[in-house]
Structures are given as structure tokens and as C-alpha cells.
């Protein structure tokens, strides 16, 4: 049986894409032969990058984040911030701590509502505690090598110098509202052959191996099914149309999408991050300190500046402590690979209730915590056990 080429184009990549004519009776079905897939290198090789003052170490896939440049003037002094009013929440009432429980009660699938509205308040007892916040906002700036299929886009490589990284104007979002922008370096643009088509816009079909057709799946490639009776669906040939290249054994570039050309340049990301820190005053009352990062609290102080200083002043040590620590390890940590743009540190007052009570002679608690009036307990005394049927 001879072999004729379905498409003239193709002997540019040594694929040699089969046609067949039906199978005679008795005679098995003829194989296409393998293909020659001429990929080019997965990821572009070193030669596609041209080398731009200033950004000799930019590498394609990032090449980390680059330090800020020391300030043209001196940094604006942190003030101290507003002295904080003294504020005291009061122990919640009897009531809300019942509404609160029995909200919680019928919120479990598996807990009887009984002891909620039944059982005996024997005491309640507050334990309002604090929490100290810092927040920094930061600006951070990467740069990478990147490419994109080449339409006609503007073509600046090398027409003057590229500017500096961090001289990049970019639109900064509200102060602590988290961002990404990616911007073209300007006057790093050039057009290259696509490295993964070698420039032709094409490669062979991985499904197929560039033959154009595979083996036929209702004779399994034999051409015949129930003795001599020829296969219908490959009408003998033994072999069918690959579907995901319609025949032709070839398939558009992904990386140039068939331009056979790509736009080279250098990609900068601006990273806007909001990094923050909390810290909640130990308290005696039983309830873990993890449970608070579900609630809020009474804001007391809030102090926002480009640079916070720490609290001072305030009427429980270990917030001052916590101040201080955080504001050193903010500024010294984000200082080394980002640009710090503002701080604030806010101080919270959160309420928590221990409360006891009786269900059926016996003596149990649950704690009532945070402006939410959320409910914890370790020991809920009605309790079933679900399953699925």
C-alpha cells in the first residue's frame, strides 16, 4: 500500500501524515508509522533575553524581590498617638446570656434545646480582656522576564534606557487594601522566534503523534469485526481521523498561538500586602486565647501613621510590651524587601462572660464572649449522637 501526504507542510517537521485506502479482505490493516515530533526547549532559552541596563539579573520565572532605594529625604517622624480613653464594658445581662446560649444550642443539629431555656444561672462573672493590632502596609516590586504572542504590539527594546524598577509610576490602592498590578517595563520590548514552534506557528499533535488518525477503538485496529465482516467505522482502514487535529496531524502553537512570533520584555509585579500582627492579653478566665480571632471587640484606640511608635501609657503592661515588640520586628522585617507606605496599631477591649449554671443537679459553664455574643463550651449536658442512614 502506498503512503501519500495529506498536507505538503508537514515535511517541514518529518511527519509523514498517512492516508489509506480500504483494506483488502484477509489483509491487515496497514499502521501509520511513528512520528517525528520536533519539539523545540519547554521553557525559552537564554538567548531569547536581551541584557537591559539595570535589570542584568532578571531571570525568566522572577528573580525575587527587589529592596527599595534609600529615600531622596528623611523619613516623617512617628508621633505619638491619641491618649486612649479608659472604657469598661459591664458584665452582660442575665438575659443576653441566655438568648446567647440558646442561639448557640439551636444552631447544633446534635443539642437539645432543654438545657438552654431551662437551666438555673447560678453566676456570671466578666473577664474582659484586650487585644493589641498592628498592621503594616506594603509595597513590593519583582521583576521577571515574560513573553506573550507578538499582534502588532509597540517594539521599544534598546530605543533609550529602560527606567529603574521602583521609578515605575503605579496606581496605589486605598492604604490597607490588599493589590496586585503587572506592568510592561518600558523600553524592554523586542520580537523573537517562538522558541517552543521553532517559528512556525505549528506542532504536531500529541494525540495522533502528528499522523492525523489513530488506531480505530471498534476493531482495535484490525479492520474487521465478527470474522471478514469490515469494521463500519474505520470502513477497513483500521485506522480513524484524529478528532482533536481534525486529520491534519499539526495543532496551533499554545505558546504563540499560531503567530509564529512572540513580544519578549521584562515584566514588573507590584505587590500591595497588608501584613498583620495581633496579640490578646492573657486572661484567667479558661477561655483559649485561639477563640478570639472569631470576634471583635469595643474599639479604644486606633493610631495610624506612615510610622507608628508604641503605645505607651496604657493601664495593662503586656499591651505595651506587645506594642513594642511588634513595631520593632514590622519595621525591621518588611523594611528589607518591601516599601513600608503606613501603619496602625488599634487596641480592643473584648468582652467575656463565664457563666455558670445547674441542669439537672449538676453544674456546668459556657462562656459568653466578643461584640458577636458568641458561645463556648467544652461540656454541653444534652447531647445526642447522628448518623446517616
Not at 523619613?75 to 458584665?91: K, L, R, T, V, Y
Not at 516590586?141 to 521599544?156: A, F, I, K, L
Not at 503605645?311 to 520586628?329: K, N, T
Request: net charge negative; aromatic share 10%.
Amino acid at each position: 500500500m502506498d503512503y501519500q501526504p495529506l498536507l505538503d507542510d508537514t515535511r517541514n517537521y518529518g511527519i509523514v501524515n498517512a492516508g489509506y485506502a480500504p483494506a483488502a479482505t484477509g489483509a491487515p490493516a496497514m499502521m501509520a508509522p511513528p512520528a517525528v515530533e520536533p519539539y523545540g526547549p519547554s521553557a525559552p532559552p537564554a538567548s531569547m533575553f536581551d541584557n537591559m541596563p539595570g535589570y542584568e539579573g532578571t531571570m525568566a520565572g522572577g528573580g525575587g524581590f527587589l529592596p527599595p532605594p534609600m529615600p531622596a529625604f528623611p523619613a516623617p517622624q512617628p508621633m505619638p498617638g491619641p491618649e486612649q480613653p479608659h472604657w469598661n464594658i459591664p458584665s452582660i445581662s442575665e438575659d443576653t446570656a441566655r438568648e446567647a446560649f440558646v442561639l448557640y444550642a439551636s444552631s447544633k443539629c446534635c443539642y437539645s434545646p432543654a438545657p438552654a431555656k431551662d437551666c438555673v444561672i447560678t453566676g456570671m462573672e466578666a473577664f474582659n480582656t484586650y487585644r493589641y493590632t498592628l498592621e503594616t502596609f506594603t509595597e513590593s516590586r519583582s521583576t521577571e522576564w515574560s513573553h506573550e504572542p507578538y499582534n502588532g504590539q509597540p517594539v521599544d527594546a534598546f530605543t533609550q534606557p529602560p527606567p529603574g524598577a521602583w521609578d515605575i509610576p503605579s496606581k496605589t490602592p486605598t492604604f490597607f487594601a490588599e493589590g496586585k498590578q503587572q506592568i510592561k517595563v518600558p523600553y524592554t520590548s523586542s520580537v523573537k522566534a517562538c522558541h517552543n514552534c521553532l517559528g512556525t506557528g505549528h506542532k504536531p499533535c500529541k494525540d495522533c503523534t502528528g499522523a492525523g488518525n489513530k488506531v480505530c477503538w471498534v476493531c482495535n485496529g484490525c479492520g474487521y469485526r465478527h470474522g471478514n465482516e469490515q469494521c463500519h467505522h474505520c470502513s477497513g482502514r483500521g485506522r480513524e481521523n484524529c478528532s482533536h487535529c481534525q486529520g491534519r496531524g499539526l495543532k496551533s502553537c499554545d505558546v504563540c498561538h499560531g503567530k509564529q512570533q512572540l513580544l519578549v520584555f521584562i515584566k514588573l509585579t507590584v505587590k500591595w500586602t497588608n501584613n498583620t500582627d495581633a496579640h490578646v492579653v492573657e486572661q484567667s478566665s479558661g477561655l483559649h486565647v485561639d477563640n478570639f480571632s472569631e470576634v471583635s471587640g469595643k474599639m479604644l484606640f486606633r493610631d495610624s501613621q506612615f510610622m507608628v511608635c508604641p503605645v505607651l501609657g496604657f493601664p495593662d503592661s503586656a499591651i505595651m510590651q506587645a506594642s513594642q515588640r511588634l513595631v520593632s520586628e514590622h519595621q525591621g522585617k518588611y523594611s528589607q524587601t518591601s516599601r513600608i507606605l503606613q501603619q496602625r496599631q488599634t487596641i480592643e477591649l473584648i468582652p467575656v462572660t463565664k457563666v455558670t449554671y445547674l441542669w439537672k443537679e449538676q453544674t456546668h459553664i459556657y462562656f459568653v464572649y466578643g461584640n458577636e455574643f458568641k458561645v463556648h463550651t467544652d461540656d454541653y449536658p444534652a447531647t445526642c449522637c447522628c448518623s446517616v442512614m
